[in-house]
């Protein structure tokens, strides 16, 4: 089922910027990569526009979808009810140019690191809080009024919780029968 996103990420084009001045900060260590240069600030610009024209971040309902890749094309869907932390990151440079980078890490992965990285987004803040708002509302959708039991057997804890809801349910049927 498809259904339509609640909010679109836009990227900042000042990460071709912030690209362009981090590959010379690291072109300027190297006297080789200084003769280079030439060749590497167009192909930089080239490669920075190809990679943000296939970069997109939308929020749906329940997930967060990200796709990005020139060559290799990658496609991640987070489910929102999975993201653990969001963090937002800026360094003395993105600082410079007023980007953030956004980490979403999931419950569940593998490894140290974000689960998904993402460069740029215009309002970071503002769309880092729509995101936590969306897993928060789709929450309290999920959750029900039924408290949750206290047990570490994720089964066990399961069928009690079905049993509960069962229970009222035929309760809920014995009050409009008689009424």
Not at 3 to 26: F, G, H, R, S
Request: charged content about 20%.
């Amino acid at each position: 089922m498809n259904t339509p996103p609640l909010m679109q990420a836009n990227i900042d084009d000042k990460v071709k910027q912030y690209w362009l001045v981090l590959t010379l900060i690291i072109c300027f260590c190297g006297v080789v990569t200084i003769l280079a240069l030439p060749v590497i600030i167009p192909l930089v610009m080239f490669a920075s526009n190809k990679y943000l024209a296939a970069l997109s971040v939308t929020l749906h309902e329940r997930k967060l979808s990200v796709k990005k890749g020139v060559f290799v094309k990658v496609e991640k869907s987070v489910p929102l009810e999975k993201i653990t932390d969001i963090s937002m990151i800026q360094g003395p440079l993105m600082r410079l140019f007023g980007l953030y980078r956004l980490n979403f890490e999931t419950a569940g992965q593998s490894g140290e690191g974000a689960l998904v990285t993402v460069i740029g987004i215009i309002d970071a803040e503002g769309f880092r809080e729509r995101v936590l708002a969306q897993k928060d509302a789709i929450a309290g959708v999920v959750k029900s009024d039924v408290p949750k039991p206290q047990i570490d057997d994720p089964i066990l804890a399961s069928v009690q919780s079905i049993e509960t809801m069962l229970r009222e349910l035929i309760e809920q049927q014995r009050s409009s029968n008689k009424g």
